[in-house]
């Protein structure tokens, strides 16, 4: 199963926290989104399509990743069905990321439209740009943003995440340098045209790593993770690497919207591989977690009183015992996870258990498990893998069936073959 983003087609719900540039935003003009967290939460309306990203890379199919379009509407007689396939135009790019030229940071723009879905290539280094509004169940190529155009003129290569800015012009975070050395990384500014403009951040100010990123404009910060070095994780996932020093375990936070690095956090050896992050949706709060990978924990980050940030561990996954395995001890792998608008709710998954849980953190610093259910992993019945009870016994988890509509068991992203 691969790790895939998912979009919502443009007619459905869509928020950022404050505009991301800063900037006071008029909230009676109508442009894309909403003017809240909460009225997302209350007015938005039910998604009808979702649109899914699909890799083949690794999976010895020489074929294109493509875009999926995923009918959700329930009064449609294609419900839960894969209703399109965009295919991209080269073979090895892996789709990965995704993210639109304009959500709710534009909502006092009211010439602003979220139309273009943007599709970062993790491997080949391309750029996707995706046009959802001449036909959003058949969404059709607009523009290529070529690898060569953005090192030539940044230096940056391997791009992940997208965001939009107020200011009508894409943010990218990019993993590292053409070569996949770690210390070119940094993030990549696209105009509305999709033309490449340069970094984001100020010469100098790079993070050790790169991955995910969020901003928390009425706080004036943006916080950074930090996955690993792109020579390091395209060719597969090696724990030598770990400690090797090639893989992060720090946040990196920012000065919003100037780009200087004002502080990095080191998570230590509970704080190993980085990747989500996500701030409350609530614009006046300044928390969020990030998720852990290789530990298996989400590290809660808060401001304090003087100013600095500061981090903890929020929720721990315990490692469990197996047999049949290429390890005795098999972590959850927390991959992605997301906050209800409300902040009420904290979802992540574990990709190798295969279970999704339910944290109510209406005190963020207090998690407390809600709600849990299994619907995949390499630990359900009928598996090779058996998880071991403290008194011994073998056990498997009962998994329900789920309608398999995009994510044949072959594919998985290239950072986890072996």
Known sequence: MAEAAVQVAPAAAQVAPAPANGRACCHAAKGPGYATPLEAMEKGPREKLLYVTCVYNGTGINKPDYLGT????????????????????????????????????????????????????????????????????????????????????????????????????????????????????????????????????????SPLFGYDYWYQPRHKTMISSSWGAPAAFRTGFDLQHVQNGLYGRHLHVYDWPGGELKQTLDLGSTGLLPLEVRFLHDPSKDTGYVGCALTSNMVRFFKTADGSWSHEVAISIQSLKVRNWILPEMPGLITDFVLSLDDRYLYLVNWLHGDIRQYNIEDPAKPVLAGQVWVGGLLQKGSEVVYVTDDGKEEQYSVPQVKVILYPSFLKPSWLRR
């Open 70 to 205: 995923v009918d959700v509407d329930p009064n449609s007689s294609t419900y839960s069905q894969v209703i399109h396939r965009l295919p991209v135009t080269h073979v090895g790019d892996e789709l990965h990321h995704t993210g639109w030229n304009a959500c709710s940071s534009c909502h006092g723009d009211p010439s602003a439209s979220r139309r273009f879905l943007i599709l970062p290539s993790l491997l080949s280094g391309r750029v996707y740009v995706v046009d959802t509004l001449k036909d959003p169940r058949a969404p059709a190529l607009h523009k290529v943003v070529e690898a060569e155009d953005i090192a030539e003129k940044t230096g940056l290569g391997f791009p992940h995440t997208s965001h939009c800015l107020a200011s009508g012009e894409i943010m990218i975070s990019c993993l590292g340098d053409k070569e996949g050395n770690a210390a070119g990384n940094g993030f990549l500014l696209l105009d509305s045209e999709f033309n490449v403009k340069g970094r984001w951040e100020k010469p100098g100010h």
